[in-house]
């Protein structure tokens, strides 16, 4: 197992390209299996996610090639299929599921895992079945497997709004299947993400007659057959997210290659109001992109996580780590995963002063963050503690960053090029930096290095001293110190 080592204090800089939308090229992959042709991708970022779903449709009898110097990936689907996505690899990747619907569409049976369990909250595929249920399908669950059969399925009004707004890899599944029913489907509450329109740009290429994706209403008329499709992924926008707030943390000044300011309105905006310049730019060679400057005084935020076109979900653990270092109160909330705030206790560790509060974290800051241990607990939580690190004084150590290797291409090489000093090594106590061996003596003297400007010119608070009031009375209350389950240091849990 991999951990990466960050020292922090280095404000980032230069140019990064953006790879292309790992939850565009999920469905996509999990969609060729309806094709009767051969699926030509091009982006398809070098994921371990990607490396599942591979695995997934092999199993299913798909014949997969994939370049992984040019992100060319080359899918032939099966000649005759069990049908069978094992729990093996489905408890790997809940985004499996988007087999279901391309399966149960084009080979008339599927049997899928149910997914299990997820750290960041409670994840039902409920809508996705009652979608296929309107579609015609008979589904029974049985020994954790969704056994699902449709001779052919038809066309249907379907409404999938749930407690939690649409669903994302619901609408992939319905959208996909529907496109082979027989008449037409209406979606409503549909999931209006950019990787919901490309999912639908790539079916149409293949013959889909799908209008309206990209907005709450999708309308779908069912064709006979899909035929072989060249099709190239949009560019990540959670990823160009995750860049603009890591350069407005570390003070940077970054050019994000690709990324692409419709897909990001919410996220400029909620930047933008945190004292961020974002402007759209150019390379000389005329590659349009966004220019992120951070500044040295930045304002706090009330930032609500939503369903697109909002601010993602995928971003809320990222503005968390942002939003410690803003002097003020901060309040940021997840209205689409309630429980998503696992990067909450490590950021603790590192100095942060968050309190929970239902779907929100309350954030006093600024917080004067110093490098630790930490430990990631999912892919975005990783992403959250590596900007963090990078803003820190100080070295820090992320373990478990095989999580943020499941969604982010070469994100520590990236963030190299701009100059941060990052490492990544094998996990093993002879590889921890000295700063974080506890000898006794204090070790942050023994690492100074640039730090990044105006941000740490407040006194160091220390969360365990006193309680810090809220404006309304409330007070961050003060971490109790257990015992991590790496025995690597105490750990704050609010
Ligand atoms: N929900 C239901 N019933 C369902 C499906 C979802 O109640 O049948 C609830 C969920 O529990 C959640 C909300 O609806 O509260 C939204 O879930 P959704 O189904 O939209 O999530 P997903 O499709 O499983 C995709 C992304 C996630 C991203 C979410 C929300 C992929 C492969 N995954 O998941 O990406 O957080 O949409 O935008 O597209 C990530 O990349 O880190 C990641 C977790």
């Given at each position: 197992?991999?951990?990466?080592?960050?020292?922090?204090?280095?404000?980032?800089?230069?140019?990064?390209?953006?790879?292309?939308a790992?939850?565009?090229?999920?469905?996509?992959?999990?969609?060729?299996?309806?094709?009767?042709?051969?699926?030509?991708?091009?982006?398809?970022?070098?994921?371990?996610?990607?490396?599942?779903?591979?695995?997934?449709?092999?199993?299913?009898?798909?014949?997969?090639?994939?370049?992984?110097?040019?992100?060319?990936?080359?899918?032939?689907?099966?000649?005759?299929?069990?049908?069978?996505?094992?729990?093996?690899?489905?408890?790997?990747?809940?985004?499996?599921?988007?087999?279901?619907?391309?399966?149960?569409?084009?080979?008339?049976?599927?049997?899928?895992?149910?997914?299990?369990?997820?750290?960041?909250?409670?994840?039902?595929?409920?809508?996705?079945?009652?979608?296929?249920?309107?579609?015609?399908?008979?589904?029974?669950?049985?020994?954790?497997?969704?056994?699902?059969?449709?001779?052919?399925?038809?066309?249907?009004?379907?409404?999938?709004?749930?407690?939690?707004?649409?669903?994302?890899?619901?609408?992939?599944?319905?959208?996909?299947?529907?496109?082979?029913?027989?008449?037409?489907?209406?979606?409503?509450?549909?999931?209006c993400e950019p990787e919901?329109v490309?999912?639908?740009?790539?079916?149409?290429?293949?013959?889909?007659?799908?209008?309206?994706?990209g907005t709450?209403?999708?309308?779908?008329?069912?064709?006979?057959?899909?035929?072989?499709?060249?099709?190239?992924?949009i560019p990540d926008r959670i990823?160009a997210g995750?860049?603009m707030i890591?350069?407005?943390?570390?003070?940077?000044?970054?050019?994000i290659?690709d990324a692409q300011p419709r897909h990001l309105s919410a996220v400029i905006d909620i930047l933008r109001q945190i004292?961020v310049s974002i402007e759209p730019?150019?390379?000389?060679?005329?590659?349009m992109g966004l220019h992120i400057?951070?500044?040295?005084?930045?304002?706090?935020a009330?930032c609500t996580a939503l369903p697109y076109p909002g601010v993602p979900t995928d971003l809320?653990?990222?503005l968390?780590?942002?939003?410690?270092?803003?002097?003020?109160?901060?309040?940021?909330?997840?209205?689409?995963?309630?429980?998503?705030?696992?990067?909450?206790?490590?950021?603790?560790?590192?100095?942060?002063?968050?309190?929970?509060?239902?779907?929100?974290?309350?954030?006093?800051?600024?917080?004067?963050?110093?490098?630790?241990?930490?430990?990631?607990?999912?892919?975005?939580?990783?992403?959250?503690?590596?900007?963090?690190?990078?803003?820190?004084?100080?070295?820090?150590?992320?373990?478990?960053?095989?999580?943020?290797?499941?969604?982010?291409?070469?994100?520590?090489?990236?963030?190299?090029?701009?100059?941060?000093?990052?490492?990544?090594?094998?996990?093993?106590?002879?590889?921890?930096?000295?700063?974080?061996?506890?000898?006794?003596?204090?070790?942050?003297?023994?690492?100074?290095?640039?730090?990044?400007?105006?941000?740490?010119?407040?006194?160091?608070?220390?969360?365990?001293?006193?309680?810090?009031?809220?404006?309304?009375?409330?007070?961050?209350?003060?971490?109790?110190?257990?015992?991590?389950?790496?025995?690597?240091?105490?750990?704050?849990?609010?």
């Amino acid at each position: 197992m991999d951990m990466l080592i960050i020292r922090g204090g280095i404000p980032l800089a230069g140019n990064v390209r953006l790879a292309g939308a790992k939850n565009a090229s999920l469905p996509i992959m999990a969609a060729s299996i309806a094709v009767s042709g051969l699926s030509q991708l091009r982006r398809v970022p070098h994921l371990a996610d990607v490396s599942t779903l591979t695995q997934v449709l092999e199993s299913l009898g798909a014949v997969v090639t994939r370049d992984l110097s040019t992100g060319e990936l080359a899918i032939s689907p099966p000649h005759a299929t069990t049908g069978i996505a094992d729990y093996d690899l489905v408890r790997r990747m809940r985004a499996s599921v988007c087999v279901l619907g391309p399966l149960l569409a084009r080979w008339g049976k599927a049997v899928v895992s149910l997914p299990g369990g997820c750290n960041i909250g409670h994840r039902p595929i409920d809508l996705h079945l009652k979608g296929l249920v309107a579609l015609g399908a008979r589904i029974r669950i049985e020994r954790g497997y969704v056994h699902a059969e449709a001779t052919r399925l038809h066309g249907a009004e379907i409404y999938l709004g749930g407690p939690f707004g649409s669903t994302v890899t619901g609408t992939a599944n319905i959208m996909t299947a529907a496109s082979l029913a027989r008449g037409m489907t209406r979606i409503s509450a549909a999931a209006c993400e950019p990787e919901i329109v490309d999912l639908g740009n790539y079916l149409n290429a293949a013959g889909a007659r799908i209008t309206g994706h990209g907005t709450p209403v999708i309308e779908i008329e069912g064709v006979d057959e899909l035929h072989g499709v060249e099709h190239e992924v949009i560019p990540d926008r959670i990823e160009a997210g995750t860049m603009m707030i890591a350069a407005a943390a570390t003070c940077g000044d970054v050019f994000i290659e690709d990324a692409q300011p419709r897909h990001l309105s919410a996220v400029i905006d909620i930047l933008r109001q945190i004292g961020v310049s974002i402007e759209p730019s150019s390379t000389n060679d005329g590659r349009m992109g966004l220019h992120i400057s951070g500044a040295a005084h930045l304002n706090p935020a009330d930032c609500t996580a939503l369903p697109y076109p909002g601010v993602p979900t995928d971003l809320q653990a990222q503005l968390t780590a942002l939003l410690c270092l803003v002097p003020g109160i901060s309040v940021i909330t997840d209205k689409v995963f309630p429980d998503r705030f696992m990067h909450v206790p490590e950021l603790l560790r590192m100095g942060a002063q968050i309190r929970r509060e239902g779907a929100s974290a309350i954030i006093a800051g600024p917080a004067h963050l110093s490098g630790t241990n930490v430990m990631a607990s999912d892919l975005r939580a990783s992403a959250a503690l590596v900007i963090a690190a990078l803003a820190a004084e100080g070295e820090s150590v992320i373990r478990r960053v095989y999580h943020l290797d499941r969604g982010y291409e070469k994100h520590d090489e990236k963030l190299r090029q701009l100059g941060a000093q990052i490492q990544r090594t094998t996990d093993h106590p002879e590889a921890l930096p000295d700063s974080l061996r506890m000898t006794g003596e204090s070790s942050m003297e023994q690492h100074k290095v640039q730090e990044i400007p105006g941000r740490f010119t407040q006194p160091i608070q220390n969360p365990l001293a006193k309680p810090h009031f809220l404006s309304d009375g409330y007070a961050i209350a003060r971490p109790m110190v257990s015992q991590s389950d790496d025995s690597s240091g105490p750990v704050a849990d609010l």
